[in-house]
């Protein structure tokens, strides 16, 4: 993995984020929020994922190979994870994920994958001029996936969620007869329960930055397996 985790990030408020390419065309009310959100002027550059899904920790990176990375303070310890950005540069406009952290970049300097640079500018510049703005509700295409992170167990928790859409705002979980757990986000974009949450199987609730709130049951403590479900955000 290209970049590691930066114990620096400050917790800022959490960013809404991106949508994806080359998925369905925006709905109308995706059209509205769009234009709504703010628009950033600054810098893009590119870069390859050597391995894995970046700093957020994604199993691998998203179809198409269209991803960014943000600076420190934009990537906000995780809280822009899973989002997705409206990039425009002087040949076009591309939609990205966020699934990384440039912990060299300052604010307003995104690095593009190879791919999504050569959507909005001649890679031989290598650094060019954009505008970029956060996407509300895109389009996935998937349900929800979660992955139990290598070493959980009833006593240490760790679970990434995949496919969201917007940022996430909170996590909980909870085991059959048992109580709703809130989970901490690490700076590598996992959701921790210190002292576990039980033996699961687990229902987890998931909320994002747009208040949409879903549950999904069955998610088993069985580290290391993309657990795939039949949820989506919304």
């Known amino acids: 993995m290209r970049r590691l985790p930066s114990v620096l990030a400050t917790a800022l408020a959490a960013i809404s984020l991106l949508p994806s390419p080359a998925l369905a065309q925006p709905t109308r009310s995706e059209e509205t929020a769009q234009v709504t959100a703010k628009a950033i002027k600054g810098q893009a550059t590119m870069y390859e994922l050597q391995s894995g899904g970046g700093n957020c920790s994604y199993p691998s990176p998203p179809a198409g190979n269209l991803y960014v990375a943000l600076s420190?303070?934009?990537?906000?310890?995780?809280?822009?994870?899973?989002?997705?950005?409206?990039?425009?540069?002087?040949?076009?406009?591309?939609?990205?994920?966020?699934?990384?952290?440039?912990?060299?970049?300052a604010a307003g300097h995104i690095d593009l994958s190879r791919t999504a640079f050569a959507r909005v500018a001649d890679p031989v510049?290598?650094?060019?001029?954009?505008?970029?703005?956060?996407?509300?509700?895109?389009?996935?295409?998937?349900?929800?996936?979660?992955?139990?992170?290598?070493?959980?167990?009833?006593?240490?928790?760790?679970?990434?969620?995949?496919?969201?859409?917007?940022?996430?705002?909170?996590?909980?979980?909870?085991?059959?007869?048992?109580?709703?757990?809130?989970?901490?986000?690490?700076?590598?974009?996992?959701?921790?329960?210190?002292?576990?949450?039980?033996?699961?199987?687990?229902?987890v609730r998931v909320t994002d930055t747009r208040g949409h709130q879903v549950t999904a049951k069955g998610i088993r403590l069985t580290p290391a397996a993309v657990q795939r479900t039949t949820t989506k955000m919304y």
């Not at 001029?129 to 992170?149: D, E, H, I, M, Q």
């Open 125 to 203: 510049k290598g650094l060019v001029g954009v505008t970029y703005r956060p996407v509300a509700n895109p389009r996935v295409g998937s349900p929800l996936s979660f992955r139990v992170k290598e070493g959980s167990s009833q006593w240490w928790l760790a679970l990434l969620v995949v496919d969201h859409g917007n940022p996430l705002t909170s996590v909980e979980v909870k085991s059959a007869g048992g109580a709703w757990r809130k989970l901490a986000r690490a700076d590598y974009n996992y959701w921790i329960a210190e002292s576990g949450a039980g033996q699961g199987p687990f229902t």
């Open 72 to 105: 420190p303070g934009e990537y906000a310890a995780a809280a822009a994870c899973g989002g997705y950005l409206d990039v425009t540069g002087p040949k076009g406009t591309v939609r990205v994920k966020v699934v990384d952290q440039c912990p060299e970049c």
